[in-house]
């Protein structure tokens, strides 16, 4: 299969915005999405996301703003005459025509007669040569899935949109898919742009994830960034977990902030704070629940020196399997959740009991504490 992606290559997105009479849909936004690369826009239902892949396919017409494709404004273009393909939930795959002519249609409608070659290449790519004369009722959810990619990737696109595309799949079937996508995607080298609200999706197969809220960008990076590093109590409650602790700034040590809280002291890296830090300002100290070590309360002493620690009592426990999940009330913060690999379970963290609950700084975040720390937590849910 040959790499058809020509230079400039990607979308560039200016001053895009969609109302709809007084509602607006997706407020002016500028995004860049790099040739290549496999883009993910991720939010709850109602965010924008949807809407702003519509602008790009030229489903939906922009209130205002520009669509580049490479060098090329398609702004005003047609669906049709956008070097675009769109993949959806429903596959919309033709049930009369076998999985042959469902992934020749596109060649065959441009008036080409030998398609043998590039459909059966094409097939090969998603693993379902040995299925071209099956009619989709007789494949599985996942195949019809991979049968509407090849569909879409034959007629060579600079882009390839997928709204949702794994939303119809079972738990199981849609992790294969989110692997098996992301290698379709290494391998023809084509800008991929995936519509999802579903976190650990786009944390799989996304190199850059736009975490979207309410029609804007919250925040825009790589997997690992936005979950390590969130900028907003959005993002950082959307991406999994946080725990958040309202604290004062009393002094600063280097290039780290000491902060109060519930009498006691913690320590953040200034590099990962996002808020104002003028001394007796009001931070919200964020970690996330596999970051906290659980101690029992008799065993503080052995806790090593540096790590931040509060005191709490066990209030809940659930056994996952893989992990035990905490709840610990604390005077600094109730509700306080925390992940513990079950390697060498403690038989006296059970409900009641005191704890100290300690991490390593640099694991601290900090964000503006005028943020709801609950924003994100219902969508997420």
């Not at 992606?5 to 849909?25: E, M, S």
């Not at 199981?172 to 084509?190: A, D």
Request: proline content about 6%; glycine content about 10%.
């Amino acid at each position: 299969m040959t790499n058809q992606t020509g230079p400039g290559g990607d979308v560039r997105l200016t001053g895009i915005a969609k109302t709809y009479g007084a509602f607006t849909a997706v407020h002016p936004l500028d995004l860049t999405v790099p040739q290549g690369s496999f883009f993910a826009l991720l939010g709850a239902s109602g965010c924008g996301k949807t809407t702003t892949l519509r602008m790009i396919a030229g489903l939906e017409e922009p209130s205002a703003g520009t669509v580049f494709l490479g060098d090329q404004d398609v702004t005003a273009l047609p669906p049709y005459k956008r070097p675009v393909n769109t993949v959806f939930q429903s596959y919309a795959l033709f049930p009369h025509l076998d999985i042959f002519e469902n992934v020749a249609f596109g060649l065959r409608r441009r008036g080409l007669k030998s398609v043998k070659k590039q459909v059966e290449e094409m097939l090969e790519l998603v693993q379902l040569g040995e299925q071209a004369r099956k009619k989709p009722h007789q494949l599985s959810g996942g195949q019809q899935q991979r049968v509407a990619v090849a569909r879409a990737l034959i007629n060579h696109p600079k882009v390839l949109l997928l709204d949702e595309p794994l939303g119809a799949l079972d738990l199981k079937l849609r992790r294969q898919m989110q692997l098996e996508l992301k290698r379709i995607q290494t391998e023809v080298g084509i800008t991929f742009i995936h519509v999802t609200h579903d976190q650990e999706e786009a944390m799989t197969m996304a190199d850059t994830v736009a975490v979207m809220n309410g029609g804007r960008v919250e925040q825009l990076g790589a997997p690992t960034d936005l979950y390590e590093n969130p900028r907003t109590t959005f993002v950082a409650n959307f991406l999994g977990t946080s725990n958040f602790i309202e604290a004062e700034v009393d002094s600063r040590s280097g290039e780290e902030i000491v902060l109060k809280a519930g009498g006691g002291k913690l320590v953040l890296p200034e590099a990962r704070c996002s808020a104002p830090t003028a001394t007796g300002g009001k931070v919200l100290v964020g970690v996330r629940p596999e970051k906290i070590s659980l101690s029992h309360a008799d065993d503080a002493g052995e806790i090593p020196e540096g790590r931040n620690r509060i005191t709490g009592r066990i209030a809940d426990s659930s056994f996952i399997g893989v992990s035990t999940q905490y709840v610990v009330d604390s005077p600094v913060c109730s509700d306080f959740e925390v992940y513990a690999q079950n390697i060498d379970r403690d038989p006296r963290l059970v409900p009641g009991a005191e704890v100290v609950l300690h991490w390593n700084p640099a694991h601290t975040f900090g964000l503006d504490a005028a943020q709801d720390a609950d924003a994100g937590v219902e969508e997420a849910a």
